[in-house]
């Protein structure tokens, strides 16, 4: 019961930062020096990635209508006039092909050096130093930004190359965790003209695949023999990732309408500062 109690509130703080550019493995990482779960490494560190499909749903929730390609009604696009082509939606389907184009650094990165990658990144000192390094970013690309007119103002405008200028940028994040999947994204579009609403809109549709994949990927890795107990706190983490999820998206989108995103920039340096501090005394009275 308290690892159920324990994932509840690892849902929330999923829900919460998974979307938000402040980094949700930071906070994971802090959060579970204070609520540590009596299960396995190995286990925690599958649900650290898969508890991430609950905040997903939240999105083909929300977005559902610009997300499924299929059905006659509303199509602005149809691959024919007539026939099945009629209920196809071509200009999703531009839409998803340009989405892979952007996953397609942080997939082929992934799936060879995940393991690596996780040995010699997954520490307090690299989450800090990422999430200091993009807050310093989130607030000099906004300085930059500001007045400047987007040039990019609705997802079908995306070309190939912007999705993978974007694509690289969440490679960063791929590779050091603490970045913020998110955060590195919408520094990225914002860099390149993209407006905030199209770079926090394409974030989310990025997170799809993304986070399919490596929840797949953990899982395979983690493989199938789960215990009851381990099946429950997975799918309470999930559920409630996704609740919150539900209510941050719609913060979000509202927020980005009139102000920029450089509270976040600060809080990122905050919270960098005290991961780095609390983990280095912590290291220090291991040494007394």
């Known amino acids: 019961m308290a690892d159920i109690i ?8 999923e829900g919460i930062t998974e979307w938000l550019p402040v980094s949700s493995t930071g906070h994971l990482i802090l959060v579970d020096e204070f609520l540590n779960m009596k299960m396995s490494d190995e286990f925690k560190e599958m649900f650290d990635v898969v508890i991430q499909l609950g905040a997903i749903m939240a999105v083909v929730l929300l977005y559902w209508k610009k997300l499924w390609p299929f059905g006659k009604k509303n199509n602005a696009s149809p691959l ?14 531009t839409m998803w092909f340009k989405v892979l184009a952007a996953c397609l650094p942080a997939a082929v990165v992934g799936l060879l050096f995940d393991d690596v990658l996780n040995r010699l990144f997954y520490n307090p000192l690299t989450v800090s130093i990422a999430l200091i390094v993009f807050g310093i ?16 103002n609705s997802i079908s405008e995306l070309t190939y190359k912007t999705a993978l200028i974007i694509g690289a940028f969440q490679l960063i994040a791929a590779v050091f965790p603490g970045t913020s999947r998110s955060g590195a994204t919408i520094v990225g579009a914002l860099l390149i003209g993209v407006s ?16 399919f994949g490596a929840s797949l990927l953990k899982i395979v890795k983690f493989g199938f023999d789960f215990t009851g107990t381990e099946i429950a706190v997975l799918l309470t983490g999930m559920i409630t990732a996704f609740i919150v ?39 220090t009275s291991k040494l007394v």
């Open 245 to 283: 999820s539900v209510v941050v998206i719609k913060f979000l989108m509202d927020y980005i309408k009139k102000h920029d995103f450089k509270v976040f920039g600060w809080y990122r340096i905050v919270l960098g500062v005290l991961v780095l501090a609390y983990f280095a005394i912590f290291e």
């Open 80 to 93: 024919s006039e007539n026939g099945a082509g009629a209920y196809v939606k071509k200009d999703i389907f």
């Open 196 to 211: 905030r609403t199209v770079a926090a809109e394409f974030t989310f549709y990025l997170a799809i695949p993304v986070m």
């Open 137 to 152: 970013a989130f607030i000099v690309v906004e300085n930059w930004n500001k007045g400047r007119t987007s040039k990019i």
């Open 6 to 13: 324990k994932s509840i509130f690892l849902g929330i703080v």
